[in-house]
């Protein structure tokens, strides 16, 4: 793995991790896969994408998604994102809709967020790759490990970075994250998830977009560009 796209910012501080026995396993679990003969989305060459786009010394904000799509021409290592030419999913639409609310941004045709990690903003996902057709397929493989390792990295950064936890899965798996509200140097929102089951419940009204963007520009950063271009 240590030999697919990854940005040298990234690439020394998570040797370690490379060189681990965990990684080692599941390294091998992904070739016995697809010599299987099982789909894996996305792309190998993806699968580090979010880092080689969003170098560690230049995130301002992460947001943390849960595995990939695991649709046909879905995944290309973004959470919440997909390739040109792919519908919107039901989550994306809703984080749209926030942000028209919040932000007064009209909603983006289509749903390919690299504008967004080009400036920053980490698209992480816990687990970076999926079988097709099966969600969760490759949970509790080691994946979760290596991306713990990733946000230590950047909770580690002397600079301020915004934290925004969507749904409980995120919450918990940034709960060590060295937040304002603690103390710390970050700020940490949280809202429910924006999937259709709960973005009622207090995802939509959140202000999650206009409240990055002020914390940035309180501590002397350039604020997100949050409204993507068309493709």
Not at 51 to 56: A, H, R, S, V, Y
Not at 60 to 89: K, M, N, W
Not at 201 to 207: D, E, I, Q, R
Request: proline fraction near 7%; glycine fraction near 8%.
């Amino acid at each position: 793995m240590a030999d697919l796209n990854l940005h040298p910012s990234w690439r020394e501080p998570l040797r370690e991790e490379f060189a681990s026995p965990y990684m080692a396993a599941l390294r091998e679990y992904l070739r016995a896969e697809k010599a299987a003969g099982k789909r894996i989305f996305p792309e190998s060459q993806n699968w580090f994408r979010a880092l080689d786009l969003t170098p560690l010394d230049q995130v301002r904000v992460v947001i943390l998604g849960q595995d990939p799509y695991h649709g046909e021409g879905q995944a290309h290592g973004l959470c919440f994102s997909v390739q040109p030419g792919t519908r919107t999913p039901p989550s994306l639409v809703n984080i749209y809709k926030e942000m028209e609310a919040d932000l007064g941004i009209p909603r983006a045709r289509h749903g390919f967020l690299e504008h967004w990690a080009e400036q920053g903003v980490l698209l992480l996902n816990a687990v970076l790759t999926v079988e097709q057709s099966r969600a969760a397929a490759h949970q509790g493989r080691g994946w979760e490990r290596f991306t713990d390792a990733v946000i230590r990295l950047v909770n580690a950064r002397p600079e301020p970075v915004v934290f925004m936890l969507w749904g409980a899965y995120a919450q918990k798996k940034a709960a060590f994250v060295d937040s304002v509200d603690r103390g710390g140097r970050h700020l940490v929102l949280k809202a429910p998830h924006p999937s259709p089951l709960s973005a009622h419940t207090g995802f939509f009204g959140s202000g999650h977009f206009s409240k990055a963007n002020a914390f940035l520009e309180s501590h002397g950063e350039k604020p997100i560009d949050w409204a993507l271009p068309e493709l």
